[in-house]
Structures are given as structure tokens and as C-alpha cells.
């Protein structure tokens, strides 16, 4: 329910895990409090949960914007800072591209000045193309939207 602002989370550089089918949510609510991660859900029933104390955050109903609003406000995330250092599909930092990573490029992605990265664990490379484009002035829109202190980074699931 949450995936598209997992993939946010994941392109403004945070650690960011989407649950899978098959746990339960005291089984995911016991994994976040191992691994010190929150759990982002808009199922009220997880605050049912003993466990869920200090651990979910119950976001509201609503577009990606709204609940990257609520979720931006809560942790005071800065959505720029870390910006596209974890790939959007496994979670793995990003290391610069070697010249094997490079050769899986398409050409035109290969511009002088522009960073190319590659994913370690799955090979995706990612380059300022069109799609970097529209995310990023979709988290420029959340950051300028922001107001007050950044707090540290925050890890979610």
C-alpha cells in the first residue's frame, strides 16, 4: 500500500524496506524493533499491537504528496541531502559506475559532468535521465514545502 513512497524514500537516500506477503505485523513490527527501524502503515489495527509502541507511525489516507508531507513533517526529513545514493528497486547503495556498469548504459545516458551509478547487489545503472528528473522535482517540491530543523536520518520500513 505503501510502495511508491518506499521508492521515495529510497530516492531521497533513505533506508527504506517495503514488507512482503507472508508476515504477519507482529512478525514485521519485532523485525523493526530489531533492526531500529519504524513501521509506516495506514492500517489502524497495527496500533493494536503491543509492539507497535515506539515503532509504527500511523500515516494518513491520501496521495503520495500527502503522505510525503506527513511522513516529511514527523522525522523532519530532508529529501536532498542523500538524494539518489540507493537503488529504487533493492534498497543497495550505489557505488560509480565501472566500465562494465558503463557498457550496460545507454548511450545517451553517457553525458561528460553527469554521475553514472550502478547497483552492486542487482547491476541497474542510473543515470540524469528523464525519469531522475521528474523525482527529483518531486522531492525538491517536498523539501521547499518543508519548514524548521532537519533531524538526523531516519530508517523506515
Known amino acids: 500500500m505503501l510502495g511508491r513512497l518506499c521508492r521515495y524514500l529510497r530516492a531521497a537516500g533513505y533506508d527504506a524496506l517495503l514488507a512482503s506477503g507472508g508476515h504477519s505485523d507482529a512478525e514485521l513490527l519485532q523485525q523493526c524493533r530489531a533492526e531500529v527501524r519504524y513501521f509506516l502503515t495506514q492500517d489502524q489495527l497495527v496500533q493494536e499491537h503491543k509492539a507497535a509502541r515506539g515503532v509504527a ?10 503522505l510525503a508531507a506527513a511522513l516529511g513533517a ?40 553527469e554521475p553514472l551509478r550502478h547497483c552492486p547487489a542487482c547491476g541497474r545503472v542510473y543515470w540524469r535521465g528523464s525519469h531522475y528528473k521528474r523525482m527529483h522535482a518531486r522531492l525538491a517540491a517536498w523539501q521547499a514545502a518543508r519548514t524548521g530543523p532537519f533531524a538526523p536520518p531516519v530508517t523506515v520500513v
Open 57 to 66: 507511525l500511523l500515516l494518513p489516507q491520501g496521495d503520495l504528496d500527502r
Open 74 to 113: 514527523h522525522f523532519k526529513l530532508d529529501w536532498l541531502n542523500h538524494a539518489f545514493t540507493r537503488c529504487l528497486e533493492d534498497n543497495t547503495p550505489l557505488v560509480a559506475a565501472d566500465s562494465a556498469a558503463s557498457a550496460r548504459a545507454p548511450t545517451d545516458a553517457l553525458k561528460p559532468g
